[in-house]
């Protein structure tokens, strides 16, 4: 029984597999059942009782072992087989870029310009940072004129004709007055700056779309009927239009317009306040006077203009209580307008 026990020890030592069956089958034929080991602990049984002792021991070690060398063969040939394998695993789904989604100023303003467009008319765009002619002057409004003083205008330079950031896109009509030949169909969509304190309902940056239509016998029919397009696109076809007078200096007549209340549909809600009835942009009648500022003959032409805030309009649309949303940048808001891509 001694060497047969060396025997088989030798074995294990030699013992070198390099594939899972060859290992497999070291392990059935050590210690299976008919295994070599296993054979020699049922011969166990007949050992004299004084050497019980010491083949027991030995029987115990060389199963121990035995098991100890099938495992690490195992283990080598595992190591061996992911070493070899490529460090990557071309069958995974790769890595998404996060998408981006647009800006919902973004998703309102390119909105109110396709319905326009779709009515005609052109897109205009100027500069930021204006000249006073060009946002005050041309535009009527009397020297003394509130809008010209501190509280609403950032200026860069003082003096006589200050530069200053504009306070409407109107600037880009003028310069379409004075430049584009006639007739004149635009929109100018824009940023626009007003010194004036941040709150839910006001902030000093944001964003505008003004209108312009300037030809031979523009009425104001004309007008009322583009605005009532334009409501019904963008709120619904039920949507009703009222208009109520206003004042503005570059226009006359001058009216603001409401639309009915598309969450309630007239009846009286929190959003448009019990009226049922939501302010969504300022119109009017070119003035002579602006017309005649530009080069245009007012004896011969008239035209309309209207002017709406973008983020009012996002804020009825999608019932956003607080204006500054819109410009903190906070993914969680942002996020909400993905699927309108
Ligand atoms: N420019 C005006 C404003 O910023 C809006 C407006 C435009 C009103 C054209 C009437 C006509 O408030």
């Not at 008319?121 to 204006?130: N, Q, S």
Request: glycine share 6%; with cysteine.
């Amino acid at each position: 029984m001694r060497e047969r026990i060396e025997a088989i020890l030798a074995e294990i030592n030699d013992l070198k597999c390099r594939k899972e069956q060859e290992i497999e089958e070291a392990r059935v034929r050590l210690l299976g059942k008919k295994g070599e080991v296993t054979k020699l602990f049922e011969e166990f049984r007949s050992v004299a009782p004084e050497l019980k002792k010491e083949f027991g021991k030995s029987l115990n070690e060389l199963k121990n072992l035995a098991s100890a060398k099938i495992e690490e063969l195992r283990n080598a040939l595992e190591n061996s087989a992911e070493a070899s394998a490529p460090s990557f695993d071309l069958t995974k789904p790769g890595d998404s870029y996060p998408l981006g989604s647009r800006h919902p100023v973004s998703i309102v303003r390119e909105e109110i310009v396709a319905i326009f467009r779709k009515l005609g008319y052109d897109v205009a765009e100027g500069p930021e940072v204006e000249d006073d002619w060009h946002v005050f002057e041309a535009l009527n409004f009397p020297p003394e004129h509130p809008a010209r003083e501190m509280q609403d205008t950032f200026f860069v330079t003082s003096g006589e004709n200050p530069i200053l950031l504009r306070t409407h896109t109107s600037s880009v009509q003028v310069r379409a007055m004075e430049t584009m030949p006639l007739p004149i169909r635009i929109v100018c969509p824009g940023r626009v700056f007003r010194n004036e304190a941040i709150s839910a309902r006001a902030h000093c940056i944001f964003h505008q779309v003004e209108g312009l239509y300037i030809d031979e016998n523009v009425t104001f029919a004309d007008m009322k009927q583009a605005i009532l397009l334009f409501a019904r696109e963008m709120f619904g076809s039920e949507t009703r239009i009222r208009m109520r007078p206003s004042y503005f200096p570059f226009t006359e007549p001058s009216a603001e317009v409401d639309v009915s209340c598309n969450i309630c549909h007239g009846k009286g809600c929190n959003i448009c306040k019990g009226t049922g009835w939501l302010e969504i942009l300022g119109c009017g009648m070119v003035d002579p006077n602006v017309l005649e500022a530009s080069g245009i003959d007012s004896k011969k032409y008239s035209g309309f203009a209207f002017g709406m805030g973008v983020e009012r309009i996002a804020m009825l649309k999608w019932q956003v209580k607080d204006l500054r949303n819109y410009f903190e940048n906070d993914l969680r808001f942002l996020k909400e307008f993905e699927t309108n891509i």
